[in-house]
């Protein structure tokens, strides 16, 4: 039996800080925070102003919707700290600041971004792999971005090191709306990632 729908208040999204070397990278950013604004989503993010990262906090607040900026305080000239969010969280490192985003976020969404995406989303990967956290987790493949890290983790899986049912609880959409529709109706792995 399925479980109900999940309620996803706050949506975690991991980005670039950068804008990347395409229009349609800020683009997505920009449709993406406007539709969880619309949705009535909170974005729960990096707390930077740069590329896309503040390209999608911009468009959920003119959306009307609510943004909490996580950043550590030694990156908060670093990045530039987006000073006009609903609420600014300064964090003594990485860690705690992860580790706060994964507490306030209901679910998780990664849009194009570099090794800091990646770690991040990584990470939540882990813990509901390792049953630390039961939340969903999903990649936006604006333009096939992510096709070559897909193709990696497929790979993974056919060498052993990942169970199908893992990665296949790693939501990819292309489409916006389809992506906040499938966090909604995303259902744990029952499988412990350490059973044989």
């Known amino acids: ?20 070397n395409a229009p349609h990278f800020m683009e997505c950013a920009r449709d993406f925070g406007a539709l969880m604004a619309r949705r ?14 503040g390209v999608l906090a911009d468009a ?6 609510t943004v909490q900026g996580v950043i550590p305080r030694a990156m908060v000239d670093r990045e530039v700290a987006h000073h006009g969010v609903t609420e600014l969280v300064l964090t003594d490192d990485m860690f705690e600041r992860k580790g706060r985003m994964m507490a306030e976020a209901d679910a998780f969404v990664a849009l194009p971004g570099g090794i ?3 770690d991040e989303v990584f990470e939540v ?3 509901n792999q390792l049953g630390y956290l039961s939340k969903p987790c999903g990649l936006l493949n604006v333009g ?13 899986v056919d060498n052993g090191f990942l169970k199908p049912a893992h990665r296949r ?19 744990p792995v029952a499988l412990d ?4």
């Open 1 to 20: 039996m399925a479980d109900p729908a999940r309620h996803i208040a706050q949506v975690g999204v991991f980005c670039g800080s950068s804008p990347g």
């Open 144 to 156: 096939g971005f992510f096709t070559p890290l897909l193709a990696a983790l497929d790979g993974i």
């Open 169 to 187: 609880a790693l939501l990819v959409e292309d489409d916006p709306a389809a992506l906040l529709d499938a966090l909604v109706t995303w259902t």
């Open 60 to 65: 959920v607040l003119e959306g009307g919707g």
């Open 125 to 127: 990967i882990t813990w």
């Open 40 to 53: 009535g989503q909170g974005l729960v993010y990096g707390g930077g102003r740069k590329g896309l990262m």
């Open 116 to 118: 800091g995406t990646l």
């Open 193 to 196: 990632k350490l059973d044989g």
